[in-house]
Each structure stands twice: as C-alpha cells, then as structure tokens.
C-alpha cells in the first residue's frame, strides 16, 4: 500500500503555473506506476497523465499535452506536475494515484487547482 499527500495547488490566472507535488510513503512506491487525474466540479474524474515506475514512460492526456508534465523522482518518494499555461479549464481537485499491479488502487486526498480568467 502507498500512502499519498498532495499539495501545490492554488489559484494562478490563465497563462501561470503551477508545479503539484504527491510525496509518498510505503515500500512500494518505486515499483509503481504514478498517475495524476483531476475531477472538476459536476464533471467526471478525468485522467490527465501517468510515468511508469523507473520514468521511461510517461503518458499525458491529449487535454494537457504540451503544458503538463509529469515526473517523479524514486530517492524523494515524490511525483511531480508540472502545469503551464494553465487555462480557466484545468480548474479542478487534482490526485495523484499508485498502481502497483492491476488498477490504480492507492489515492491521495487531492490539492485544489483554481485558473482565474
């Protein structure tokens, strides 16, 4: 089991950035994949990237691609987002979550992203 702290979230106005941090805790963090979704309010959770667990793959949605960025880095127990030229859009509660076999089956308890326009 992973345990997830996010924080770094804010209110930024459209064109900003903001970086996300997930500081993790438990032995299995360097063998899982790492994963950020979003959940804007009256909408669905939403995927918006994912790194596998030694960052030689990294995957980030269409929505996104090109201003996000994520990364992690195994000695922290830390998965980074990188989000520029944020958009009113990207507001929303954004979690990082694990995947250590199958489903993403760790959560953190998400970090408030406000794009003012």
């Known amino acids: 089991q992973v345990h997830l702290v996010e924080s770094g979230g804010g209110l930024v106005q459209a064109g900003g950035s903001l970086r996300l941090s997930c500081a993790a805790s438990g032995r299995t963090f360097s063998m899982a994949a790492m994963g950020w979704f979003r959940r804007a309010p009256g909408k669905e959770r939403e995927f918006v990237a994912r790194?596998?667990?030694?960052?030689?793959?990294?995957y980030h949605a269409d929505s996104v691609k090109g201003r996000f960025t994520i990364s992690r880095d195994n000695a922290k127990n830390t998965v980074y987002l990188q989000m520029n030229s944020l958009k009113p859009e990207d507001t929303a509660v954004y979690y990082c979550a694990a995947k250590v076999q199958v489903t993403w089956s760790d959560w953190g308890q998400g970090t408030q992203v406000t794009v003012s326009s």
């Open positions: 790194i596998s667990w030694n960052s030689g793959l990294a």
